[in-house]
Every structure is written in C-alpha cells, then in structure tokens.
C-alpha cells in the first residue's frame, strides 16, 4: 500500500482516451484499486474531522498524502510545535499499519 501512496495508481486509457468501465478491469487493476482503496481507508482513520475537511476531494491516496503534507508544511513554530509533533506521531502510527498490512 505504501507504493500506492508515493506513486500513486494509473488506470490504463481505452482507445477514447479515457480508463475502462469497472466491468473491464483485469485482475491487475483491480487489485491496484483495491490497494488505493485500502491505502485510502488507512490514511482517512487517522485524520479528525477537521483535517478530513481541510484535505477536500481528491481521487487517490496519493493525493491525500500529498495535500496532508501541503496542510502541515511550515506547522512547527513553537506555537504550534506540540501539534506537529502530535501530527508526526500520527503519520509514524499510519505508516506503521501500513508496513504491518504489507
């Protein structure tokens, strides 16, 4: 799961230029949606509701790990230095699960 956060999953185009129906899949994507989807789930239950709010719409975990890195870019300030230590124990703790699922 963790390679599906850092590079992210790319679905083959069809001959218009656009990915397959789900009903066309072969078992190679689906298992790469099956692990984007996990990735995804893992990240999420991680996250308050405040910060699931903040990150917004995206298609991919990969996208969700990169807008939880722009939102938390330049947080440490002393002022808030105790979140960002509590936000990098949360993100030490997801990936964590994620090396423990494999």
């Known amino acids: 799961m963790w390679m599906i956060i850092k590079i992210g999953i790319t679905l083959p185009l ?3 230029g656009k990915p397959p129906s789900c009903e066309n899949w072969d ?3 689906i298992k790469k949606v099956k692990a984007n989807a996990k990735a995804t789930c893992t990240l999420q239950c991680g996250l ?3 910060e699931l709010n903040r990150v ?3 298609l991919s ?5 990169e807008k ?3 939102l938390h870019e330049g947080t440490s300030d002393t002022k808030e230095s105790k979140l960002a230590s509590q936000l ?3 993100i030490q703790d997801l990936l964590n699960d994620l090396h423990a699922i494999g």
Do not use: N, Q, V, Y
Not at 61 to 65: A, D, G, I
């Open 56 to 58: 917004g719409p995206f």
């Open 61 to 65: 975990s990969k996208e969700l790990w």
């Open 14 to 16: 069809d001959s218009s």
């Open 27 to 29: 078992t190679s994507i």
């Open 68 to 70: 939880l890195i722009e």
């Open 48 to 50: 308050t509701k405040e």
């Open 88 to 90: 990098h124990a949360r």
